[in-house]
């Protein structure tokens, strides 16, 4: 959509005869796209800006190759976020992951999904074991996709729902999640993009399986206040 900001991440484009924005589509994992698709032509584009173009006011097409210009920072800069990354680092993440040992003595955390979902995209969570390892948490690695049915899910303390469609689940999944949460396990949900329609049906999950709403947590809560 053109409110989005891969449009604008460096800088606005120039104006062009029409001011219509190039056409872009696009795959996105969680909130994050991954895929950027443009029907129209930027490398030609691309590849016909020089300096001397660049100094004739006049210059034929200069408009649409300063506007491809530009397009290519803005997606760069979405990319990056601003940011060059050096090609030789390795990703933490991979390290993380090749490491042996197994999940002995480490948290294990998954992601939950109703059982008439597909689920949200496999590479959601991925640098969170290596952001928490960073602070001295370890975990499993791995972040497994449960339903609520799995025979693991009371051996996981911590599941995390995230999303954009609307949050389904049957009377049976949310009596099972009831006693996961009664019994100690801990439930973290988000709203992929902020999404309304995960928001109003998570709340209604809510009040379905406890009979109550959700509260607002309080500033001085110990949840924001953990050493």
Known sequence: PASHEIYSADAPLPAVEGDVLPELWGVEFGCRLAVVYAPEDHACLWSRWTPAAQRVADSRGRPQIDRSIQLAANVIAYATNREL??????????TTIASPGGPRGRLQIARLRPMSQSGASPYLLGQLPTALDAIGIRT????????????????????????REPVV????????????LEQGGLLFADACCHSREFDQTFRRFVTQTFDRSLQAIPRDHELYHQP
């Not at 049976?172 to 996961?180: D, G, H, I, N, P």
């Open 140 to 163: 499993a690695g791995e972040i497994p996709s449960l339903t609520a049915a799995d025979d693991r899910l009371f051996d996981i303390p911590f599941l995390v729902l995230h999303g």
């Open 85 to 94: 990354h050096n090609p030789l680092d390795v990703s933490p993440f991979l």
């Open 169 to 180: 689940f049957s009377s049976s999944e949310r009596m099972r999640l009831r006693a996961y």
